[in-house]
Structure formats: structure tokens, C-alpha cells
């Protein structure tokens, strides 16, 4: 569905992504981790549009993606950006309607409403609070019912476990379960490489900017250099 060729960003004279290529399937959670200032959002910022690149290509469903971002939202991609960076000012139905402003489809967005309040309950509840007034965790729900509301075929998640409480990470992880079940294919960029690696079919790792290292969620889950890097898990000393 999507494949990322070859790519290089730079900011000024600061290298950011070098020549990181990846692939997307259809249907499929596709995790991207890395520590901090590795290019994980660089990398999302550049498939919607927000940063741009200099070199190599980004195709979707075959064909060469747009660079404007309004285009990439209307051709089926939307990205639920990082600390959420929802309409604190508009009601919670306002934040959903401004997620399903590029369409036309006047009854499916009526029957999207329905989904995403089966999805979040919460958010019925809410819907007629300040946005700016609801907890992170139901923020996020918020932020991700707004990009759901776009009906996008591909969902770029960018760091959707930040700054939540444990509880909620697990709540906000067996959502993005059930939209790949609903039929989305998702990438997914976390800092939490543990609850990334659990949920995703397959990983790549990015290190100063490069992948370092790619394959099946539930190999690298195991990989000892990503238990010690990334989990927490110490190799064990022989004595």
C-alpha cells in the first residue's frame, strides 16, 4: 500500500532522515521505533506532507504521492499527530466534524459518527464538552476519532502512548487493535517499543536516522539487542 524509497531530509545542514526506505501492506499495523531524535516523526511528517523532502520517492497504492498536505488527507491518509493537537476552543462533535471536512458522503459520515462513538464511548459522553477540557487519555481518543472521521484507508499514529498513565496506554493499544480490525492499515511511530512491537505484524528500527534494522514484530520483540536497547532487558552476565 505504501512504500518509502530512498528517502533523505534535511534540516539546514543537519542530515535528518538518510536514505530510509520502508514498506506498508495493506491491512497491516507496521511499527517504527527508536529513541529520541532517531527521525521516527521526521519520517511520519514527510508521508503527510508536513515536512518536505529532498531526495527519493513515497508511493501509495502504486502511485507517486502528492506532496500538498490536503491532497495526501483526500487520497486516504490521514496522521493523528503527535500530543494530539486537537481544537481545545471547539466541542468534542466539532473536533469529529472538522476530521470529515474534505467530504461529501453526507449519510457515511453520518454512520462514521455512529462507529466512532461504538469505538469511544467516552466521547458521546462528551460531545458537547470543550475539547480543552477533556483528560489526555480521552484527548487522545478525541484526536484519533477525528483522523478516523477523514475515512482514511492508511493511519500514520504518531506517538499515541505519550504522556498517558499505564492503564490508558493499554486502553489506547486494544483500540488500535480494533481499527486494524475494522479494516485500516496503520503505522505506527512509539516510543514504547514494548506495546509497538506487541500490537504491529512488522518493525523497522530507526537509529540517527537510518533503519537499522527491520522484520517481523514478533522476531525483533525477541532480538536481545532490542531487549537491552529498547525494553529494558539486560544481557545476562556470565560469571
Known amino acids: 500500500m505504501l512504500k518509502v524509497n530512498n528517502l533523505n531530509v534535511y534540516y539546514g ?20 521505533i527508536g529513541s529520541n531524535g532517531a527521525g521516527k516523526s521526521t519520517l511520519i511528517n514527510s508521508i503527510s506532507g508536513i515536512v518536505k523532502y529532498k ?38 462533535m466539532e473536533n469529529l466534524r472538522m476530521g470529515s471536512f474534505l467530504r461529501k458522503d453526507k449519510e457515511e459520515i453520518s454512520k462514521d459518527f455512529d462507529r466512532i462513538f461504538e469505538l469511544f464511548p467516552i466521547l458521546r ?18 484526536a484519533m476519532g477525528r483522523g478516523l472521521m477523514s475515512n482514511p484507508d492508511l493511519i500514520l499514529l504518531d506517538e499515541p502512548s505519550l504522556g498517558l498513565a499505564p492503564l490508558l496506554i493499554n486502553t489506547i493499544f486494544d483500540i488500535i487493535v480494533e481499527i486494524k480490525d475494522m479494516g485500516k492499515t496503520i ?53
Open 13 to 32: 545542514g543537519i542530515h535528518a532522515l538518510k536514505g530510509v526506505s520502508l514498506n506498508v501492506e495493506q491491512g497491516r499495523i507496521v511499527s517504527i
Open 55 to 92: 531526495e527519493g520517492e513515497i508511493l501509495y497504492k502504486g502511485e507517486r504521492l502528492p506532496k500538498q498536505a490536503h491532497k495526501i488527507v483526500k487520497s486516504g491518509i490521514c496522521q493523528v499527530p503527535e500530543g494530539r493537537i486537537i481544537f481545545a476552543n471547539l466541542t468534542v
Open 125 to 142: 459522553e462528551r460531545e458537547k464538552q470543550a475539547a480543552g477540557t477533556l483528560s489526555g487519555g480521552e484527548q487522545q481518543m478525541l
Open 187 to 239: 503505522l505506527l511511530v512509539e516510543q514504547n517499543a514494548f506495546k509497538a512491537l506487541s500490537v504491529a505484524d512488522y518493525a523497522y528500527v530507526l537509529e540517527q536516522g537510518a533503519v537499522s534494522l527491520e522484520g517481523m514484530a514478533s522476531d525483533l520483540i525477541k532480538n536481545e539487542k532490542i531487549q537491552e536497547a529498547y525494553l529494558g532487558k539486560k544481557k545476562e552476565q556470565a560469571v
